[in-house]
Nanobody
Framework: QVQLVESGGGLVQAGGSLRLSCAAS????????MAWYRQAPGKQRELIAT????????VYADSVKGRFAISRDNAKNTIYLQMNTLKPEDTAVYYC?????????????WGQGTQVTVSS
């Protein structure tokens, strides 16, 4: 089992920055690709950034490309999401996601989410 705990959310003015963290614990050896999702009120959960196990490859949603950066510190079992030039439409609950693989068994893990609110 893997536990994911997000932190770093809060209230920020438009144009500001925040950095989210997601710390993994438990069977961290099984973790491969990790990702950040977000869900705004009344909307579906949206994939916004992914990072491979070694951190060498990242993918971003068009809505955040050029403003957000995902990174990974495997020594700390932590991923980050640096969010710059925040907009009111970035307001959402942000969730950390991890893909765990042991042999042929695949498990998807989620954190509890952290609220990000961007005021105009």
């Amino acid at each position: 089992q893997v536990q994911l705990v997000e932190s770093g959310g809060g209230l920020v003015q438009a144009g500001g920055s925040l950095r989210l963290s997601c710390a993994a614990s438990g069977s961290t050896f099984s973790i491969g690709t990790m990702a950040w999702y977000r869900q705004a009120p009344g909307k579906q959960r949206e994939l916004i950034a992914t990072i491979t196990s070694g951190g060498g490859s990242t993918v971003y949603a068009d809505s955040v490309k050029g403003r957000f950066a995902i990174s990974r510190d495997n020594a700390k079992n932590t991923i980050y999401l640096q969010m710059n030039t925040l907009k009111p439409e970035d307001t959402a609950v942000y969730y950390c996601n991890a893909l765990g693989r042991v042999g042929v068994a695949v498990t998807i893990y989620w954190g509890q989410g952290t609220q990000v609110t961007v005021s105009s």
